[in-house]
T-cell receptor, first 113, second 112 residues
Framework: DARVTQTPRHKVTEMGQEVTMRCQPI?????VFWYRQTMMQGLELLAY????????DSGMPKDRFSAEMPDATLATLKIQPSEPRDSAVYFC???????????FGPGTRLTVL | DQQVKQNSPSLSVQEGRISILNCDYT??????FLWYKKYPAEGPTFLIS?????DKNEDGRFTVFLNKSAKHLSLHIVPSQPGDSAVYFC???????????FGKGTKLTVNP
């Protein structure tokens, strides 16, 4: 049963610290997405990759957020330095492109104190 | 500017009755729509989809209706079951784009 995995599931950190979230997409999927869920904004797209190439990161605060795909089995989202307003649930999803459903991981719940 | 709107944050129905979740969109370039279901502490899971060339798609207890002229779609669940209690997200693809645009979700509670 193929699924997207994310680590860690929960992260509590202090303001100013670096946070790294990891995602293993489903093997064979060529698109990977990072979303953030907040009460106010719902599910916001932060960045996405096709065949490991970054295509759109317009949803990310670029001064502190960065997203990479060092290989086909790993996507990372980093926040440096973290701020309390970054507290949210971060989801990774993978898919096969346009008109195909995206499969979501369980999320990383981030709390920045 | 929300391009996909779910105007009801919550909905409560009795077990066995019909649940109707609504979604409106503003972008006429959207041409494929999906519904996702999300339980607490889990990621959203795909439920059902519909292409803009259709006006209805059915899968078991779930039916999605699309009214392109009104830029409106709805998800019908019949009969509703307590296990359907979750947050439902409406989402849309825009003409060839790989990006999904999500609504803010509607929390459905099905009471036994």
């Amino acid at each position: 049963d193929a699924r997207v995995t994310q680590t860690p599931r929960h992260k509590v950190t202090e303001m100013g610290q670096e946070v790294t979230m990891r995602c293993q997409p489903i093997l064979g999927h060529n698109t990977v997405f990072w979303y953030r869920q907040t009460m106010m904004q719902g599910l916001e797209l932060l960045a996405y990759f096709r065949n490991r190439a970054p295509l759109d990161d317009s949803g990310m605060p670029k001064d502190r957020f960065s997203a990479e795909m060092p290989d086909a089995t790993l996507a990372t989202l980093k926040i440096q330095p973290s701020e309390p307003r970054d507290s949210a649930v971060y989801f990774c999803a993978s898919g096969r492109g346009t008109y195909n459903e995206q499969f979501f991981g369980p999320g990383t719940r981030l709390t920045v104190l | 500017d929300q391009q996909v709107k779910q105007n009801s944050p919550s909905l409560s129905v009795q077990e066995g009755r019909i649940s109707i979740l609504n979604c409106d969109y503003t972008n006429s370039m959207f041409d494929y729509f999906l519904w996702y279901k999300k339980y607490p502490a889990e990621g959203p899971t795909f439920l059902i989809s519909i292409s803009s060339i259709k006006d209805k798609n059915e899968d078991g207890r779930f039916t999605v209706f699309l009214n392109k002229s009104a830029k409106h779609l709805s998800l019908h669940i019949v009969p509703s079951q307590p296990g359907d209690s979750a947050v439902y997200f409406c989402a849309a693809f825009q003409g060839g784009s790989e990006k999904l645009v999500f609504g803010k979700g509607t929390k459905l509670t099905v009471n036994p």
